[in-house]
């Protein structure tokens, strides 16, 4: 019979995490979500569960901290290997779920994770799609993190996100944009661990992504030990999964099928 595990908090490392995971399929991996730096559980709408349907498998999907209905962060400042950290965050909780099978799917600073966690912890991932994932800083990304401090400054910006990560918002922003334009940051780069990576690995990005640029996506799949392959989407900016849904659905249903089904052969 299909199993349901209810909504939840689960405390990881003293702090409360916000999940939502889904066991409907025995013998079947589970797909993990990972947000980006503004989003949360919420955000990926119907997304994830139409995926989960389509392609037979289970899901996990969750606030990190700060984020969502997830604990606050205790503070805006993040060390420089904070993504690392967050990788751990996620093996411990694929341990406290006992998944060993996961397919993780994530999006931007998701996307950096998931990359990181497969490198970590090859014996819990499967494969990685990530989305508009970044192993290294560039002028673009810091272009665009300007812009979205201005935005924050002059739009409402900040009420939108109120919805979605209540008073937390400050805080979270301030991680994002703080970091990211620090000085000890712009030598921030994680190509030297990607050898690590031997699990099957999807990366997709739009043309027009106002964060990273294709090089992003080239220097990844060169550069990983196992199947990798790219998908570029012209005319698309950082979020390719709301731009263009179907056609990430697509993609991603056929690469996650040939896995689960035993046949990735990349053709």
Same mark, same amino acid.
């Given at each position: 019979?299909?199993? *349901?595990?209810?909504? *939840?908090?689960?405390?990881?490392?003293g702090a409360n995490l916000y999940v939502e995971s889904e066991k409907e399929y025995e013998n079947r991996p589970t797909l993990v979500f990972l947000h980006d730096s503004l989003g949360c559980v919420q955000l990926w709408r119907d997304f994830l569960k139409r995926l989960a349907k389509a392609t037979e498998c289970n899901v996990l999907v969750y606030d990190r901290l700060g984020y969502g209905k997830s604990d606050p962060?205790?503070?805006?400042?993040?060390?420089?290997? %904070?993504?690392?950290?967050?990788?751990?965050?996620?093996?411990?909780?694929?341990i406290t779920l006992g998944i060993d099978d996961a397919i993780l799917f994530g999006h931007s600073d998701g996307g950096?994770?998931?990359l990181l966690a497969a490198r970590k912890f090859p014996e819990k991932i499967k494969a990685v799609i990530c989305e508009a994932a970044h192993i290294f800083v560039e002028d673009i990304t810091l272009q665009g993190i300007y812009k979205a401090i201005e935005?924050? *400054?002059?739009?409402?910006?900040p009420v939108r996100l109120? !919805?979605?990560? +209540? $008073?937390?918002?400050?805080t979270l922003f301030k991680a994002w944009t703080e970091t990211w334009t620090r000085s000890d940051y712009r030598d921030w780069n994680i190509e030297h661990c990607l050898y690590r990576i031997t699990c099957p690995l999807l990366f997709i990005q739009g043309e027009a992504d106002e964060y990273g640029s294709l090089?992003?996506?080239?220097?990844?799949?060169?550069?990983? $030990? +196992? !199947? $990798?392959? !790219? %998908?570029?989407?012209?005319?698309?900016?950082?979020?390719?999964? *709301?731009?263009?849904?179907?056609?990430?659905f697509d993609k991603t249903t056929r690469f996650i099928n040939r896995l689960a089904d035993g046949t990735s052969n990349f053709n």
């Open positions: 019979m299909p199993h *349901k595990k209810p909504d *939840k908090l689960i405390q990881i490392n962060m205790p503070t805006h400042q993040r060390p420089v290997n %904070y993504m690392e950290l967050e990788a751990d965050v996620l093996h411990d909780l694929l950096t994770i998931a935005a924050y *400054k002059t739009t409402n910006l109120e !919805k979605y990560h +209540g $008073s937390k918002v400050e090089q992003q996506v080239e220097k990844t799949i060169n550069q990983v $030990s +196992g !199947k $990798s392959e !790219k %998908y570029i989407m012209p005319a698309v900016g950082h979020t390719p999964h *709301k731009e263009e849904p179907e056609e990430v």
